[in-house]
């Protein structure tokens, strides 16, 4: 627990507290919708991946997607939470334009899944438990272009009807950190399981955040929501704002409306919706198209005993078996695809010199590429066997680094690179001792400094000039040895 | 429980009729007779009685995942009142 | 010699079967049934060609060996289907110009056994009412005219079906029954009429009214023709949650005119203090003629049966206002134009729905809304265990119960129309089934003092539309109906 860490906001006339709570919307990943046939690829031209359910013809009704009952149960695995052998559709009804049928598809009494925790990992080591409220299924919107015409919104269906995860936090978390920290786990676990690809960019998975604030230990105060928040950092953001706004209104005596605001990530402000903020009546009832939805225990326990290595267990399995550092271990563990790679990297290796590579080199050279581990130019085999030309003595570590960043620059295996740039170590003790007598030969003042004890750090000089007479090729293991033994 | 013109006004904006003010009032009388006549049902008692969620007692079937429906946007479209560039078109919503 | 158009469909198709006549000189005799019958108003779109050409097919299949069990066969469809390519109304405004591109699953269950196509007819707006005056076509006249020769309104709200039926413009016609709109207008034209149970028969492409309540069915001039259809009609569709994957019967077969043994329950609250002694006369009636075949007559009760019509009209406008909200002038349809989009649907729904619609939408949204939700639609879901479980309860002893169809015969236009709670009460026969969701059937059995037809109804066990079939055909039989309408409007044709 990050107990120790204090989260407080310093107002004029005392602290306060902020108290988070998020509603993540995850897109399932399937290929066909929550109620119908049509496709849920992402980029579509309008309107051309709809079926006659999907835009509400008459008489048209809903039929469920096995994958996505199957990814909400998984999820609800994955999220430590109570699955709900029978869960109840709903309508959510209200009206928009990007809503066809004139109600949404949700579950409102009895989810899916019911409660859960996870565990926020911070990057000084600390960790907090976050409560999961529920995770329900639920039919997405369709999408409205509103700037496409001076005096028409444009509807586009294509996403209408993709099948959702709501998934519910408890009101625990403190600060937009912890918030931050909240969605990129969300985000690791369902990219781990598979259930939802976890872009937020392309709109799969988005943010309504909850914020009040309260003086420490009163009652939670009135919340504001800021729906559909599309980047952790404008979740951040924006909590940051509507923090400081709601204690500057209290701080001058007034009071907090409960509203819904909207986040303006150009101006980095939150606020209230032109359109009129009416009182919403959704008149949930149980959807009269759909019967309750049910399944076995042994479907569940089935996944239970199919699911991948989740982040948390991995977490744990890197920091006690390869006894990584707890920080190495929660980078690594961050994304499946880099745990993948590093696991390939590690096996049969020094598991810290390959922590090591993978966070440092070359998530340096990715970024500086703008690449993904994906798409990485250099493969973790190839990154292993750069590691074993270390381990064996073939190249020097820091020549590991030149080679490193040519195969960065061409995808060409280690050895080849070594081979053809003649980088070889040099461990011949012969020429290395031919070098060292030149050089003291040549260096008579060093050698009167290093035999004088006055700067016995002089040693680092005559090593540097060895691995500068050898290009660097040198093996330092023995150059060190031969230095001590001939400046005696 | 008695429904006054303003509650008609508002869940006839809540189902997004609109309901010119001289009717309200005569809607009203209209909702309150009917109201009245189911409130009967409040002489039984229902304290343990489950909520009936469907006649068929059959489990809900669950579709495979595939992809057989869509590619079709000129019957989407077809009998929409105003269309462009492939979208339906509405009067423009301000947020 | 016997018109064309007077045959029933059991008869025409095996006048077909003997190439005494073609499907399309069937379809041809009732095309001109159809342009003559115009008054009375039945249809909303007729489709003659189609159905020439849908004939000529069924012709051709007969010769070919490979014809359907309902080949030739010319049919009204219930203007609540979705046919594509053909004008759908719903008999509502809001639907104005509305052409589907898709055919509901029922008649494309029919269109694949050989049936034609006539038209679409006439319903009571979006399938609410019991009189057929609600349509935005105008009201539908009943083809039977009480003795003083005023005109009656053919029940609802497959009043279209019912009366193209009763006027032979269609040999049969598709209904939907969501409180008894097949079997009250059955009743009130002299036809049998079937609601089967929930789940039987699909509803996709069918316009939806109330999703727990909706349920497809046939109104014929026979018991054997209602068989004959609904075998049809039913089936298990994967496109439909709420159909069930049970095999359909030959319920033909099931009409063995066998019933000895059979246990007939009598429920008693069933017997209303201010029914019409006519009705009680014919029920009593009824209760001989199955005695006399060997039936077994047993005294039941389903206790909650006066709860059901409140419980009904919470449940059904509820839905009702959800499953309405689609029609919002944005994907097809009326669209009325506004400042704003609010505006725009507010004008539009407004305009697109008429007075007995918008009323139901209020209520339903009224009782589904934020502090009334438990006092109204969640208590008439735990009355509507309850009824369901009166039948339960009724069937451990006994097979089917019979009741009358209706409080009346076919009433006045316009006599129910200034409270809508008298109107609601011709239902109170028919709902309680509906919403236990089991089926139902209405046989004509006697007229009225006025000369009007009067109904009788069987209910039976969930899937066991082959015993209700079995014991319609024996009061069928018993009854010997076959008075007819005069043929008032063929006369007036303008
Ligand atoms: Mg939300
Ligand atoms: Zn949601």
């Known amino acids: ?488 | 429980m008695s429904v006054d013109k303003e509650t008609v006004a508002r869940i006839a904006h809540l189902a997004r009729i609109n309901v010119p003010e001289e009717s309200l009032e005569s809607i009203a009388g209209d909702l309150n007779n009917i109201l009245a006549w189911v409130d009967q049902l409040s002489e039984v008692n229902t304290d343990d009685v489950e909520p009936m969620t469907s006649v068929v007692h059959a489990r809900l079937r669950q579709r495979e995942d595939v992809v057989n429906d869509g590619g079709k946007r000129d019957a989407v479209l077809k009998n929409a009142p105003e269309t462009e560039h492939g979208f339906f078109a509405v009067p423009k919503v301000l947020e | 010699m016997t018109k064309l158009t007077d045959l029933s469909m059991a008869d025409a198709l095996a006048g077909l079967d003997n190439k005494d006549f073609t499907s399309v000189e069937l379809t041809e005799a009732y095309v001109a049934a159809v342009e003559g019958g115009t008054s009375i108003n039945a249809y909303t779109t007729q489709t003659p060609e189609k159905a020439l050409e849908m004939a000529a097919a069924a012709d051709a299949s007969r010769a070919a060996g490979t014809a359907g069990p309902m080949a030739g066969i010319p049919l009204a469809i219930k203007d609540l289907y979705c046919t594509e390519g053909v004008l759908t109304t719903a008999s509502s405004h809001i639907l104005d110009g509305f052409t589907p591109a898709y055919e509901s699953t029922v008649t494309s269950n029919l269109w694949r056994d050989g049936a034609v196509m006539l038209g679409k007819v006439s319903l009571d707006e979006f399938a609410m009412g019991s009189s057929n005056e609600t349509s935005f076509y105008g009201a539908v006249e009943n083809p039977w005219r009480a003795g003083d020769g005023k005109s009656r309104v053919p029940g609802g709200s497959s009043g279209g079906s019912a009366a193209a039926v009763a006027a032979h413009m269609a040999v049969a016609a598709t209904g939907t029954d969501t409180g008894g709109s097949i079997r009250q207008p059955a009743s009130f034209c002299g036809l049998v009429g079937i609601k089967p149970t929930y789940g039987r028969c699909s509803r996709w492409g069918v316009i939806a009214f109330a999703s727990s309540l909706d349920q497809p069915g046939p109104i014929t001039r026979s018991v054997k023709d209602a068989a004959i259809m609904l075998g049809s009609m039913a089936g298990y569709d994967a496109k439909d949650s709420t159909s069930i994957d049970t095999p359909v019967p030959d319920y033909a077969a099931a009409l063995t005119g066998d019933i000895r043994g059979l246990k007939v329950g009598i429920p008693k609250e069933y017997r209303l203090d201010d029914a019409p002694a006519e009705i009680l006369a014919l029920w009593d009636q009824g209760v001989d003629w199955l005695k006399a075949a060997g039936a077994e007559i047993i005294d039941i009760s389903l206790p909650h049966t006066k709860y059901a019509l409140p419980t009904y009209y919470i449940v059904a406008p509820a839905e009702a206002s959800s499953n309405l909200a689609r029609y919002d002038g944005v994907k097809y349809g009326l669209r009325v134009p506004g400042d704003s989009l609010d505006s725009m649907y507010a004008n539009t729904r407004a305009e697109g729905f008429g007075d007995e619609v918008t009323r139901r939408i209020l209520i339903g949204t009224y009782v589904l809304s934020a502090g009334y939700y438990d006092a109204y639609y969640l208590k008439a879901q735990k009355l509507r265990t309850l009824i369901a479980q009166d039948f339960e309860n009724a069937y451990a002893s006994c097979d089917v119960i019979l009741t009358p169809t209706a409080p009346s015969a076919a009433f006045g236009p316009g006599e129910n129309a200034d409270d809508p709670i008298s109107m609601y009460l011709n239902d109170v026969f028919t709902v309680p089934a509906s919403l236990a969701g089991v089926p139902g059937i209405s046989i004509p059995a006697g007229l009225s003092g006025d000369g009007l037809p009067l109904g009788l109804q069987l209910l039976g066990k969930p899937f066991d539309e082959e015993t209700v079939l079995r014991v319609a055909g024996v009061l069928e039989e018993a009854a010997n109906f076959t008075a007819q309408p005069n043929n008032w409007w063929t006369g007036d044709k303008s």
């Not at chain 1, 309260?214 to 504001?224: A, H, K, Q, V």
């Not at chain 1, 707890?326 to 010199?353: C, F, H, M, N, Q």
């Open chain 1, 1 to 488: 627990m990050s107990a120790g860490k204090s989260n407080l906001i310093a107002g004029a006339t005392g602290d306060w507290e902020v108290v988070i709570g998020l509603e993540v919307h995850a897109q399932i990943s399937s290929e066909a919708k929550l109620f119908s046939g049509a496709s849920t690829k992402f980029g579509a031209e309008p309107n051309t991946q709809v079926s006659l359910v999907d835009a509400a013809m008459p008489g048209m009704l809903p039929v469920i997607n096995r994958e996505c009952v199957k990814q909400a149960i998984r999820t609800g695995l994955a999220l430590g939470a109570q699955i709900n052998c029978y869960s109840v559709f709903d309508r959510k009804n209200y009206f928009y334009a990007d809503l066809p049928q004139g109600y949404q598809i949700s579950q409102f009494k009895q989810p899916i899944v019911g409660k859960g925790t996870i565990t926020l990992d911070f990057l000084d080591g600390s960790t907090k438990e976050v409560g999961i409220e529920r995770l329900h299924l639920e039919q997405d919107a369709g999408k409205s272009l509103h700037d496409q015409h001076p005096t028409m919104t444009y509807i586009d269906l294509n996403r209408s009807g993709v099948a959702l995860m709501e998934i519910v936090s408890d009101p625990d978390m403190r600060s937009a950190e912890e918030a931050g920290a909240y969605l990129r786990k969300i985000r690791t676990i369902v990219r781990y399981i598979g259930s939802c690809d976890g872009n937020m960019e392309q709109g799969s998975m988005r943010a309504d955040v909850n914020v009040s604030v309260r003086r420490p230990g009163e009652e939670l105060g009135t919340r504001c929501e800021m729906k559909n928040i599309n980047s952790i950092r404008f979740a951040q953001q924006a909590i940051e704002y509507e923090a400081r706004r709601q204690i500057d209104i209290l701080e001058d005596g007034g009071t907090i409306k409960q509203e819904t605001r909207l986040y303006d990530s150009v101006l980095g402000e939150t606020r209230t919706m032109r359109s009129k903020e009416e009182a919403h009546d959704y008149r949930y009832f149980p959807d009269p198209d759909l019967l309750p939805l049910e399944f076995e225990q042994s479907w569940v326990d089935e996944l239970a005993a199919e699911l991948p290595e989740l982040p948390d267990d991995k977490k744990n399995r890197l920091m006690a078996d390869l006894n990584l550092p707890s920080y190495d271990a929660g980078i690594l563990v961050s994304e499946p695809e880099i745990a993948t790679y590093y696991e390939v990297v590690a096996k049969g290796r020094d598991a810290k010199t390959a922590a090591n590579w993978v966070i440092t080199n070359l998530f340096a050279a990715l970024n500086a590429q703008g690449k993904s581990i994906t798409d990485s130019p250099v493969s973790p085999d190839q990154l292993g066997q750069l590691i074993d030309l270390i381990t064996d003595d073939t190249i020097s570590g820091r020549i590991a680094k030149d080679v490193f960043e040519v195969m960065i620059k061409t995808s060409d295996d280690p050895a080849k690179i070594v081979e053809e740039k003649g980088l070889k170590q040099i461990t011949d003790t012969g020429a290395i001792e031919g070098m060292i007598d030149q050089i003291i030969a040549d260096n008579p003042d060093q050698v009167t400094q290093y035999a004088g004890g006055e700067n016995p750090k002089v040693i680092g000089w005559f090593v540097g000039q060895v691995m500068k007479a050898s290009q660097g090729k040198a093996n330092p293991g023995a150059v060190n040895k031969l230095l001590k033994e001939k400046l005696g």
